[in-house]
């Protein structure tokens, strides 16, 4: 939660007649503020931010809402007004001009995207964020399915897992299950796929692998809709993406020689591999340090490239096709030629990157326009 904003307290006007993801418009509105640090004003004469809870608001309104100078009103995807940030003092009449459906006299109506702008530098996506009414219960967990997804990420997932993964997301919800326990069962199916890879039982290894990946996806789709998710579910997350694909591109390797086909390299290939992630994510470590934006982000052809550079998801495809084919021992080998290509790509776009930091600030293509 962020600091709390000083001298901002809102007042949550009404209901939606529907509750997205089991979470109706005021408690899930209630839980935005909270985590921004806005605090609860016990009746509208006493608030500077006044919102109807029957509209659904993307992530980056309210906070925004709450930073813009009183007289600020906001308009739904309708048109209509639906929030103001007013000065102390005014909270009970824009309340009575909000339950009228009219903004207050004087005040700067805005859309959300002319209010929060449309890059979502988290998400690595640009698009209009959502501010809609809560009629309709279908169409308000799609907006939030579609505004939770990462705009740039690997071709698996954003191609192939978006739909089963919203019907996974809603049945969650549904059943209550949490973001957290996702995660832990993602760490079993990690944990299952190593064993399975390093006794050369391909098949089910890499049934247990895409598994995990797509319940990775839904687990911080979870915690996105639901606002659900925790500081020590984000670590363990974020920790597992980063540490297991190493192990199981080594347990691969293994697997190779217990099915009596040993790679008979000394390790060349796994070590290219391994040497290959880990250097390319101190690529990006220093991109972002260097420049403050990620290296996927930083133009359009860097974001084409994430689709298919050398990560988990690509990599499970190459290896795939591999077995299907009958040959797991050269699959392993390709991953370590991609790798190492992708490993070159990278290190030519941190020196244009640089060079065209002589000539101005880098910037993300998503940022632009």
């Given at each position: 939660m962020?600091p709390?904003r000083?001298g901002v307290e809102?007042?949550?006007?009404?209901?939606?007649a529907v509750?997205p993801?089991?979470l109706?418009g005021r408690e899930?509105?209630?839980?935005?503020?909270s985590?921004l640090?806005?605090a609860?004003?016990?009746?509208?004469e006493?608030?500077t931010l006044i919102?109807?809870?029957?509209?659904?608001?993307?992530a980056?309104?309210p906070?925004?809402l709450a930073?813009?100078?009183?007289?600020?009103a906001?308009?739904?995807?309708?048109?209509r007004p639906?929030?103001?940030?007013v000065?102390?003092?005014?909270?009970?009449a824009?309340?009575?001009?909000?339950?009228?459906g009219?903004?207050?006299e004087?005040s700067r109506?805005?859309?959300g995207?002319?209010?929060?702008?449309?890059?979502?530098?988290?998400?690595r996506?640009?698009?209009?964020p959502?501010?809609?009414?809560?009629?309709?219960?279908d169409?308000?967990?799609?907006?939030l399915?579609?505004?939770?997804?990462?705009?740039?990420t690997?071709?698996?997932?954003?191609?192939?897992?978006?739909a089963?993964?919203?019907?996974?997301?809603?049945?969650?919800?549904?059943?209550g299950?949490t973001p957290?326990?996702?995660?832990w069962?993602?760490?079993?199916?990690?944990?299952?796929a190593f064993?399975?890879?390093?006794r050369?039982?391909f098949?089910?290894?890499?049934?247990?692998?895409w598994?995990?990946?797509?319940?990775?996806?839904?687990?911080?789709?979870?915690?996105?809709?639901?606002?659900?998710g925790?500081?020590?579910?984000d670590v363990?997350?974020?920790?597992?993406d980063l540490?297991?694909?190493p192990?199981?591109?080594?347990?691969w390797g293994v697997?190779?020689?217990?099915?009596g086909?040993p790679l008979g390299d000394?390790?060349?290939?796994?070590g290219v591999i391994v040497?290959?992630?880990?250097l390319?994510?101190g690529?990006?470590?220093?991109?972002?340090?260097?420049?403050g934006?990620?290296?996927h982000v930083?133009r359009?052809f860097?974001?084409?490239f994430?689709?298919?550079?050398?990560?988990r998801n690509?990599?499970?495809l190459i290896?795939s096709v591999a077995v299907?084919l009958?040959?797991?021992r050269?699959?392993l080998?390709a991953?370590a030629?991609?790798?190492a290509?992708?490993?070159g790509?990278?290190a030519?776009r941190i020196?244009?990157a640089?060079l065209?930091?002589?000539?101005?600030r880098?910037v993300?293509?998503l940022?632009?326009?």
């Open positions: 962020e709390e000083s809102a007042a949550i006007l009404g209901d939606g509750a993801f089991g109706g899930r509105l209630r839980r935005q503020l985590r640090g806005v609860s004003a016990d009746a509208p006493r608030a919102l109807s809870g029957d509209r659904l608001y993307g980056a309104i906070g925004a930073d813009a100078p009183p007289g600020t906001l308009l739904d995807d309708a048109g639906c929030a103001v940030r000065a102390p003092g005014e909270g009970a824009a309340a009575e001009a909000l339950a009228d009219r903004a207050p004087g109506a805005m859309t995207r002319e209010l929060a702008g449309r890059h979502d530098a988290t998400l996506k640009r698009a209009d959502v501010v809609m009414p809560l009629t309709d219960r169409a308000a967990e799609r907006a399915y579609a505004a939770a997804y990462k705009g740039v690997d071709l698996v997932t954003k191609h192939v897992w978006p089963p993964a919203l019907a996974a997301t809603r049945l969650c919800a549904r059943l299950i957290n326990q996702v995660t069962a993602s760490v079993i199916l990690t944990v299952l064993w399975l890879f390093w050369g039982d098949l089910p290894g890499l049934a247990a692998a598994a995990m990946t797509f319940l990775d996806t839904v687990d911080g789709k979870l915690a996105r809709v639901t606002l659900g925790s500081r020590f579910g363990l997350d974020h920790g597992l540490v297991h694909p192990f199981w591109w080594w347990a697997g190779c020689a217990a099915a086909d000394g390790g060349l290939t796994v040497a290959g992630y880990v390319q994510r690529e990006e470590g220093l991109f972002l340090a260097r420049h934006i990620e290296m930083w359009r860097d974001s084409l994430r689709l298919v550079t050398a990560r690509p990599n499970l290896l299907l009958g040959a797991p050269e699959g080998i991953v030629v991609w790798t290509l992708c490993f790509v990278h030519v020196v244009q640089e065209a930091r002589r000539r101005g880098v993300s293509w940022a632009e326009g």
